[in-house]
């Protein structure tokens, strides 16, 4: 087949295709001009009025979004209430302005750098001292931001094995210092030691400038669990052991450093929890002395430290969320609490557990029910919802702003949830208002008490914690 052949071929072929086109085409064209022509005679009747009323097509009705009104008596209702509480209403509008402004403020302010100053060769020169225990994790978690925020940071242990602990942390800005307060002579040498060694010339490395080190500050962080019981049960030795650890021991601590706080100009700080103390909460009075006796205790110690420069700031702290890191030490330390709860209800007189071990136990076991990872000074009892806490970089910043601020630093810092309110509560409302905001329930005792049935817990379901039962303060198993 020549080619010309095949040419007339594809031409025969693609014939079909082109008709095919061209017809489509001219069909779309007649629809359109069909389509315009009617629209045309339709509007040319309807405006004509040759057609009659039922003839004509019916215009569909509108959609209109129903208005809703209040009445006008709620109103009335809401601005006679307004104008009959006065006083309450400037309150909530207040609170409501200030808060609002508050959020405003902090999420329009631009961020800090907060980073320790440097020597001029470019090596740490900060140090903070930190006396506390290196296996709670307000202490444990504060001593790892200040390092990584530029700082040298010393924890004082008395043991080896807190100094292996120390150790384990793998820091190299993380240090143990060796301090035994019982020991006078042995505390002196070592503050003598530790003086000696920040004001001799440091050299990073060889052949870089010499620079001195510069005391910062020094953070007095107390334990924070406490024996908890009836007034009447803590006998004078429990009394006399908490206090010398954490009243003495923190005073001692402090007054082996203040020659060297005084040398360097340092600031200290002293941290406590402040949600129970503030309620005065059954069963913790050990708790509300000692935070009370601190509290004094740095009230004193700034008044005479003030006019030699030296400032002391009191920490009142809240409720923390430490992650989920912690949950499972804090879970089984709850429940060894609550063991040990029940092991001591069953060594007291019958006589004190009808008084108390009801509303003890309802206590003790309603902190278990509303655990939620918190700080041990940061879940509320009685029942009430679990506390969601501040994260714990509000406590790195503040007390990061506390050392290093240029001005004169607060002298009581509230950092954590419900630090300030519940001071309020407690200062402000009626025990009967916060009795029954924390679930607590009135005791009844005389010979009526022991007239009708006992609510308390016998032996028998106290010794039921094997089957993984709770006692509420009715007697009942949940």
């Known amino acids: 087949m020549s080619s010309d052949d095949q040419y007339f071929l594809d031409v025969l072929s693609s014939i079909p295709n082109d008709v095919r086109r061209y017809s489509m085409d001219v069909a779309e064209a007649i629809d359109r001009h069909v389509d315009q022509v009617v629209g045309i005679l339709r509007d040319t ?136 307060i019982t020991e006078p002579s042995m505390t002196h040498a070592a503050i003598e030691r530790f003086t000696k060694f920040l004001l ?39 009394w006399s052991d908490t206090l010398n650890v954490k009243v003495l021991g923190s005073v001692a601590t402090t007054q082996a450093f203040l020659r060297t706080i005084s040398a360097f100009k340092a600031r200290i700080l002293i941290l406590t929890p402040n949600i129970i103390p503030s309620l005065s909460l059954p069963f913790h009075g050990i708790e509300s002395a000692v935070v009370s006796s601190l509290g004094a205790y740095a009230a004193t110690l700034r008044a005479e430290l003030a006019p030699g420069g030296i400032n002391v700031s009191l920490f009142k702290l809240g409720a923390f969320d430490y992650g989920t890191s912690n949950t499972h030490h804090a879970r089984n ?19 004190a557990r009808n008084l108390y071990g009801g509303a003890y136990l309802a206590q003790e076991s309603s902190n278990k029910k509303t655990w939620s990872g918190q700080s041990e000074h940061g879940t509320l009892v009685g029942g009430t919802p679990p506390v969601r806490g501040s994260p714990l970089r509000d406590l790195h910043y503040a007390v990061f702003d506390a050392l290093t601020m240029t001005s004169r630093p607060k002298a009581i810092w509230h950092v954590g949830r419900g630090s300030l309110l519940y001071e309020y509560v407690g200062r402000w409302a009626p025990p009967g208002i916060v009795g029954r905001m924390l679930g607590m329930r009135g005791v009844t005792s005389g010979p009526s008490a022991s007239a009708r049935p006992s609510r308390v817990p016998s032996q028998t379901q106290l010794s039921e914690e094997e089957n993984g039962g709770w006692v509420t303060d009715a007697g009942a198993m949940v």
């Not at 609490?337 to 060594?347: I, K």
Request: charged letters at 20%; glycine letters at 6%; one cysteine or more.
């Open 333 to 351: 330390h709850q429940q060894q609490q609550l063991q040990s709860t029940r092991a001591d209800l069953l060594t007291w007189p019958t006589s």
């Open 45 to 180: 009747l309807t405006s004509s009025g040759l057609l009659p009323p039922t003839a004509l097509p019916k215009i569909p009705p509108r959609m209109s979004r129903p208005s809703v009104s209040l009445p006008r008596r709620y109103y009335e209702s809401v601005i006679r209430w307004i104008s009959r509480h006065k006083l309450l209403t400037a309150g909530i509008v207040t609170l409501v302005a200030g808060r609002g402004c508050y959020m405003l403020y902090m999420y329009m302010r631009p961020g800090k750098r907060r980073r320790a100053r440097r020597a001029g060769n470019g090596a740490r020169k900060e140090v903070v001292v930190i006396a506390g225990s290196i296996q709670e994790p307000l202490c444990k978690s504060l001593a790892l931001d200040l390092e990584r925020r530029g700082f040298i940071v010393y924890i004082v242990v008395n043991s080896m094995d807190e100094e292996q602990l120390v150790h384990q942390e793998s820091r190299a800005d993380i240090r143990p210092l060796t301090i035994d």
């Open 200 to 238: 001799s010339p440091q050299h990073p490395f060889p052949g870089a400038h010499a620079h001195h080190l510069r005391l910062t500050g020094f953070i007095l962080i107390p334990n924070t669990i406490y024996p908890s019981g009836p007034l009447e049960m803590l006998s004078p030795e429990i």
